[in-house]
Each structure stands twice: as structure tokens, then as C-alpha cells.
Antibody, heavy 117, light 113 residues
Framework: EVQLVETGGGLVQPGNSLKLSCATS????????MNWIRQTPGKRLEWLAQ??????????SYLESVKGRFTISRDDSKSSVYLQMNNLKEEDTAIYYC????????WGQGTLVTVSS | DIVMTQTPSSQAVSAGEKVTMSCKSS????????????LAWYQQKPGQSPKLLIS???TRESGVPDRFIGSGSGTDFTLTISSVQAEDLAVYYC?????????FGSGTKLEIK
């Protein structure tokens, strides 16, 4: 059974940083392309970043609006993917999900990030 | 970026009725080499994470009831629920995976009268 468990969310002040983690199981992580997606309080879904697998040299793509602030990474030995978020803004408040591939058959429960002073 | 436009934003139907919702993309999602449309549909019920219903515009996921039907090609796509059930109360999203950034529509909220 595929499992995705996102952790690391919380309340953070504007300008601060947060690192999200996603622990996975039930599939071959090392060959999977992994993503971070968020859902805003208004229920809008927004893809943020994707990291490909080793055979594709861990190629990374970002949504333009988070490029330079967010960094996606992975640890194949731990079957985990991460999202380092710096200089957080109030509009980054959302539920953050990790997902697999280009269309998303599996979703975790997400982790809530609230950016507020 | 490919913009996904969903209409209507919400609609209310009675159980047993047929409902259709539209998703239009700002550029074609049909890849000429494999003749596939890079379009998925998701259902999100209140308090839950999204659930994949359909990929490749018309391929239903295992376990998804056959009342959910995806159709369309190129830039115009439709999700049809042939006979709405009370448990279909949800927001439905389309997503294009033709190119990054992967993008979603803003959703169609289905309410049951």
C-alpha cells in the first residue's frame, strides 16, 4: 500500500523558514518523480516543485513564483522528499502535500503551514 | 504557463440527475506522438485530500464508479456524472500534466439539492 506522510508544518512568522518532510512507502521511491503541491485556504491547488529520479540527474522544476525561496530535495536511502521554504509570506499559508509522478494517484493527509505574525 | 479554466464554479443537482462540467486549457493537451491527452480529473470531498478519478482525459481509475465519464480532446474536456449520488458532493478539479508548471483548474463545486 502506498503511503505518503507529510510533516513539519506549523505556525511561523513572515520572513522565517520551515522545512517540510514527506516519508513514503509502498512503491519504488528511487525511480519516482516527486512533487510538492499546496492547497490554499480558498481551496486553490497549486503545484510547487518536482524532482526527477537519479536516471534523470535529479532534474528539478519549480513554479516561477517560489523559485529562489523554496528548495525541493530527496533522500532515496530514506524514501523521503523535502521542501525547504525560506522567507515565508502570508500567502504561503496552505496545506502542503507531496505527490508522485505527473498525475496524482496518491495523496497524503498534508501538513498545514500557517504564516502569520 | 497553461491556464486551466473550469465552468461552472458551482452547480446544484438532484440525486439521479446527469451533470456535466467543463475544463478548458489555454493550449492543446494532445501530444501528437502518442495521441494522448495529458488531462486528469480529481474529486475532493469535504475534509479529505483530493482523489484521482480519471487520467489521460478518459481513463477511469480502478474502483471509480462507471457513472464518472471523462471526455474531450485538445483544449476542451468534460467530466460527466451520469446519475449523481448524494456521496458525489465534492469539488472537482482538472489538472494538465502536458508541461510544467503542472496546473489545476479552480474547481467545480457540486451540491446536491
Amino acid at each position: 500500500e502506498v503511503q505518503l506522510v507529510e510533516t513539519g508544518g506549523g505556525l511561523v512568522q513572515p520572513g522565517n523558514s520551515l522545512k517540510l518532510s514527506c516519508a513514503t512507502s509502498g512503491f519504488t521511491f528511487s525511480t519516482a518523480w516527486m512533487n510538492w503541491i499546496r492547497q490554499t485556504p480558498g481551496k486553490r491547488l497549486e503545484w510547487l516543485a518536482q524532482i526527477e529520479d537519479k536516471s534523470n540527474n535529479y532534474f528539478i522544476s519549480y513554479l516561477e513564483s517560489v523559485k529562489g525561496r523554496f528548495t525541493i530535495s530527496r533522500d532515496d536511502s530514506k524514501s523521503s522528499v523535502y521542501l525547504q521554504m525560506n522567507n515565508l509570506k502570508e500567502e504561503d499559508t496552505a496545506i502542503y502535500y507531496c505527490t508522485i509522478g505527473d498525475w496524482f494517484a496518491y495523496w497524503g493527509q498534508g501538513t498545514l503551514v500557517t504564516v502569520s505574525s | 504557463d497553461i491556464v486551466m479554466t473550469q465552468t461552472p464554479s458551482s452547480q446544484a443537482v438532484s440525486a439521479g440527475e446527469k451533470v456535466t462540467m467543463s475544463c478548458k486549457s489555454s493550449q492543446s493537451l494532445l501530444y501528437s506522438e502518442n495521441k494522448k491527452n495529458y488531462l486528469a480529473w480529481y474529486q475532493q470531498k469535504p475534509g479529505q485530500s483530493p482523489k484521482l478519478l480519471i487520467s489521460w482525459a478518459s481513463t477511469r481509475e480502478s474502483g471509480v464508479p462507471d457513472r464518472f465519464i471523462g471526455s474531450g480532446s485538445g483544449t476542451d474536456f468534460t467530466l460527466t456524472i451520469s446519475s449523481v449520488q448524494a456521496e458525489d458532493l465534492a469539488v472537482y478539479y482538472c489538472e494538465q500534466y502536458y508541461d510544467t508548471p503542472l496546473t489545476f483548474g479552480s474547481g467545480t463545486k457540486l451540491e446536491i439539492k
